[in-house]
C-alpha cells in the first residue's frame, strides 16, 4: 500500500488530505468501513476516528490529522474515550464490521473473520482457534515451530477453550447490553495519534484499523507490547470510565499472543523466541 498527500476542496476551504494506494492484498472499501464503523462511536463519546472523504477499489482518501504532543491529560482522555468505543458492540466474537465486503479477512495478513454461524458463545473459544491456533497452525506448516512448541500452544487453546481465561468485559460493555467489544484490532502506538488540538474531548485519533468484535483486554494489551506515551495515564482513564475486570493485568500477556504471533507469521524468526516464552506463561 502506498501513500500519498493530495489537497481537495471541502466546502469553500481547501483541505490537505491523505491517500493510500492500493497494495497486494488491500481491500480498501473494507478499510473504509472499518473506520466508518468505529466512528459510530463517537456520538457518545468514543475516541475521534479519521474522517474517510472517498473510497475506491484502488484509493482511500481520508483527512490528514493534524498530530500534537503526547500529555497526562490527554492520555487520560484517550484512555476514557477508548473505551467508549468499546461499549458501541459487536454482534459476535470475530464479526466484521456493517458494510463489510469482499475479502473474508480483515488486513493484509488475513486475520479471518468469523461467519455468524461459525462464531463461538465464549471469548476463550473464539480467540483459541480463531486468534491464536488459526496462526500456529501455519507456522508448524511451514516449519517454523515444531511439536514441543505446538504442544505449549494447544495446552494454551485448551485451557481458553475450558474457559479458564473468561472474564467479564469493561463495565461500560456490559452496561451497553452488547455482545463483545467493539475493537479497533490493530492497536499499537503508531495507530492511535496525539491530536493537536490541546482541547480535544477524546485527546487522540484512530487511524490504520483491523476491527473486528472481542474483548476490550485485548486492544489494551496491543497497545502495552511496543509501549505508548503515558500509558499508564491512559490505562487509569479507561478503568475510571469502564473498570476492567479483577487480574486484567495478568491477562495482559495472553492477549498479546495474537499480535505476537500475526507477527511471527509477517516476520518470522524475530518474534518466535518471545512469542513462545509468552505462551508458557499461560500454558
Given at each position: 500500500m502506498s501513500h500519498g498527500r493530495r489537497f481537495c476542496s471541502i466546502g469553500d476551504a481547501v483541505a490537505e488530505t491523505f491517500v493510500k494506494t492500493a497494495g497486494y492484498g488491500d481491500n480498501l472499501p473494507g478499510e473504509a468501513a472499518a473506520l466508518r464503523w468505529l466512528a459510530e462511536a463517537e456520538p457518545a463519546g468514543g475516541i475521534r476516528v479519521v474522517r474517510v472523504l472517498s473510497v475506491t477499489e484502488d484509493e482511500l482518501v481520508e483527512e490528514r490529522v493534524a498530530t500534537g504532543a503526547p500529555s497526562a491529560a490527554a492520555a487520560r482522555r484517550i484512555g476514557a474515550a477508548l473505551a467508549r468505543t468499546h461499549a458501541a458492540g459487536?454482534?459476535?466474537?470475530?464479526?466484521?464490521?456493517?458494510?463489510?465486503?469482499?475479502?473474508?479477512?480483515?488486513?493484509?495478513?488475513?486475520?479471518?473473520?468469523?461467519?455468524?454461524?461459525?462464531?463461538?458463545?465464549?471469548?476463550?473459544?473464539?480467540?483459541?482457534?480463531?486468534?491464536?491456533?488459526?496462526?500456529?497452525?501455519?507456522?508448524?506448516?511451514?516449519?517454523?515451530?515444531?511439536?514441543?512448541?505446538?504442544?505449549?500452544?494447544?495446552?494454551?487453546?485448551?485451557?481458553?477453550?475450558?474457559?479458564?481465561?473468561?472474564v467479564p468485559q469493561p463495565q461500560l460493555v456490559r452496561d451497553a447490553g452488547v455482545f463483545c467489544a467493539r475493537l479497533h484490532g490493530d492497536l499499537w502506538a503508531g495507530n492511535v495519534l496525539w491530536d493537536a488540538d490541546l482541547a480535544s474531548p477524546t485527546g487522540g485519533v484512530l487511524i490504520d484499523p483491523m476491527v473486528y468484535?472481542?474483548?476490550?483486554?485485548?486492544?489494551?494489551?496491543?497497545?502495552?507490547?511496543?509501549?505508548?506515551?503515558?500509558?499508564?495515564?491512559?490505562?487509569?482513564?479507561?478503568?475510571?470510565?469502564?473498570?476492567?475486570?479483577?487480574?486484567?493485568?495478568?491477562?495482559?500477556?495472553?492477549h498479546q499472543l495474537a499480535p505476537l504471533l500475526l507477527h511471527c507469521v509477517l516476520f518470522g524468526s524475530w518474534y518466535l523466541d518471545e512469542t513462545v516464552v509468552m505462551a508458557r506463561r499461560y500454558a
Open positions: 459487536g454482534r459476535w466474537y470475530g464479526c466484521a464490521p456493517d458494510g463489510w465486503s469482499g475479502s473474508p479477512w480483515c488486513g493484509r495478513a488475513k486475520t479471518p473473520y468469523v461467519a455468524r454461524e461459525e462464531a463461538p458463545a465464549s471469548w476463550g473459544a473464539f480467540f483459541a482457534e480463531h486468534r491464536l491456533m488459526n496462526y500456529v497452525r501455519a507456522l508448524v506448516d511451514r516449519g517454523d515451530f515444531g511439536p514441543s512448541e505446538l504442544a505449549i500452544f494447544d495446552r494454551v487453546a485448551s485451557r481458553l477453550a475450558a474457559g479458564e481465561f473468561d468484535g472481542g474483548h476490550a483486554e485485548t486492544d489494551l494489551a496491543m497497545l502495552a507490547l511496543f509501549g505508548y506515551p503515558f500509558l499508564e495515564e491512559v490505562l487509569r482513564g479507561y478503568d475510571e470510565a469502564s473498570p476492567l475486570a479483577d487480574g486484567w493485568r495478568e491477562r495482559v500477556g495472553l
